[in-house]
């Protein structure tokens, strides 16, 4: 008894203790919020508070447009025309003044919502400390009890969340023990990722459309498609695989010089065979909803320099036999493509980004036969069976040259397989959305590498379909360099490591881009798919 009056007595003199540091800590340590002026208020000395002195209406370079009261919050006059130094990017916090791409205007100050703890995701979304710094009473009673859970918590390995093997232990068999699956913090509904930030804020796209070319990331960097042609204009959505009309996406896609194709309006496009793209093209679909259905799709084969742009290809069938027109000065004989909805063969420098694919007889997209230099983002995957073939086959060596970068893509749902089965080559798997394939994520044979970073893995319920991976072998594959960093395991769902030594892409500093940790990947890949831009507006 008397060690349990001494134990409590203890405890009331710590607590009373607490309360006291408690009352001198709130006085003394204010939050920085509470003196948090606008950059508009510190530049004119005005109130923060509704009763302030009315001021008269300033007109911008003596125009009789108004920006606002002289010296209230509100739009500032910059070069003509009136702009919110507090969150325009292109005149941040004074006018002139340019974020970079990757930062957000908040409070008239350039913050990079992918690092900055005070603005995670978007302006003022600040992080939530592990210790708050009200220093309250139950904050400091709960210390030594926090601080004891985390004694405890320290002893699991920050790798059980990231599966990062390491040279003297490779796995023969997995724990699911090892493979914790990772909480996952509140995140914004959206968060421009790398690509999109670098175009989608502007509201001149539509008269600007090449500066896409300049915004793409990783493998594919440097395909500019018809960055340096004309403007081409679809407007009649019919199709002759032979004479093409001008004024159709064929006849549009076989020119030999460069071109930039766009869409005069809405329209639904049902090739008769397969659609042969020639180098330096870009198909655009930004401004009107663009659709090839229903019938052969696109073939990129032996060409360079092809961007893929805001369209959806779906329900893609088999192209027959016979004549088709590569260029205007070829007619050819076909022997039939297989069904693909794009299907990369022997081409360099090629960029699939927020398209809609779905439902092709074969595959979604296939890279095979030393097709290199790819770069597939953005898009939204539905409703397929083998969704992506990278590589030919097991005794096709020439596909070793291939690099495939795969980002803020969104598989989305009824997706079986293949997202995406890699042979021989390189793929960089990163910041991707899974929710709930039915066989396998990502898988492979004939020793690829492949690099799994900050994806978002969401598991099916079936206690039968949790691996992520799947080894096309049964002996053999512990060498093969197959990697997860940053991942995200959600309902089961692991991921199987093998190999050792080096790992990364190795990108040129122009190819290189930021990884966001997987919990941000439902914010990143948000937008995938199609946009709907409208002109003179960001998109």
């Known amino acids: 008894m008397n060690t349990l009056t001494k134990i409590l007595t203890t405890f009331i003199i710590f607590l009373s203790l607490a309360m006291a540091l408690s009352s001198t800590a709130d006085q003394e340590n204010i939050p920085d919020i509470k003196h948090d002026h606008s950059l508009s208020d510190l530049r004119t000395g005005t109130s923060r508070f509704l009763a302030q002195k009315h001021r008269g209406l300033m007109k911008c370079n003596k125009n009789p447009r108004r920006c606002r009261a002289k010296g209230s919050s509100g739009p500032d006059c910059c070069n003509k025309k009136c702009v919110n130094v507090m969150t325009d990017e292109h005149n941040c916090g004074l006018c002139g003044k340019k974020c970079n791409h990757m930062e957000i205007c908040c409070k008239g100050s350039c913050v990079n919502p992918m690092v900055n703890k005070r603005h995670c995701g978007g302006c003022n979304y600040v992080c939530k400390r592990v210790f708050p710094n009200s220093h309250s009473t139950r904050s400091m009673a709960s210390l030594f009890f926090i ?22 232990k490779i796995l023969n068999t997995v724990s699911h023990a090892n493979y914790y699956n990772a909480p996952t913090p509140t995140t914004p509904k959206k968060i421009l990722n790398t690509i999109d930030a670098c175009w989608r804020r502007s509201s001149n796209w539509a008269s600007n459309r090449r500066a896409l070319a300049d915004c793409t990331i990783g493998f594919g960097k440097g395909a500019i498609g018809g960055k340096n042609g004309a403007i081409y204009v679809v407007t009649n959505p019919s199709d002759d695989p032979i004479n093409p009309k001008p004024g159709t996406l064929r006849y549009g896609v076989i020119q030999t010089k460069p071109l930039w194709i766009i869409f005069a309006k809405d329209m639904v496009i049902n090739l008769k065979n397969e659609l042969i793209m020639n180098s330096f093209k870009t198909i655009d679909g930004r401004g009107a909803k663009v659709e090839i259905a229903n019938g052969p799709c696109i073939t990129i084969q032996d060409v360079s320099h092809v961007i893929i742009h805001g369209i ?5 069938k088999p192209g027959k036999q016979g004549l088709v027109r590569s260029t205007m000065a070829h007619l050819g004989h076909r022997g039939g493509s297989d069904g693909d909805a794009i299907d990369i063969f022997r081409s360099t420098y090629v960029w699939i980004d927020h398209c809609f694919l779905a439902r092709a007889t074969d595959g979604l997209i296939d890279v095979i036969h030393a097709s290199t230099f790819i770069t597939i983002s953005n898009n939204f995957f539905s409703q397929h069976d083998k969704v992506m073939l990278f590589g030919h086959n097991d005794k096709n060596i020439e596909d070793k040259i291939m690099k495939v970068t795969v980002v803020f893509n969104h598989f989305g749902p009824g997706l079986v397989q293949r997202m995406p089965r890699v042979r021989l080559g390189y793929a960089h798997v990163a910041n991707n959305k899974y929710d709930e394939w039915k066989m396998y994520a990502v898988g492979g044979s004939a020793n690829p590498t492949i690099l799994s970073e900050g994806n978002y893995y969401m598991a099916a319920k079936s206690a039968t379909t949790k691996e992520v991976t799947k080894r096309e072998v049964n002996k053999g594959w512990k060498n093969w360099k197959w990697r997860s960093s940053r991942d995200v395991f959600l309902d089961g769902a692991y991921f199987i490591p093998s190999g050792w030594g080096s790992c990364s892409p190795g990108y040129t500093r122009a190819q290189a881009f930021p990884v966001a940790n997987g919990y941000l990947v439902p914010s990143l890949t948000a937008d995938a798919g199609p946009l709907r831009c409208t002109k003179y507006r960001p998109c």
């Open 147 to 168: 601080l004891t859970l985390l004694s405890f918590h320290a002893s699991i390995s920050h790798a059980n969340y990231y599966n990062t093997p390491t040279p003297n």
């Open 312 to 316: 959806s290809i779906h329900d893609c």
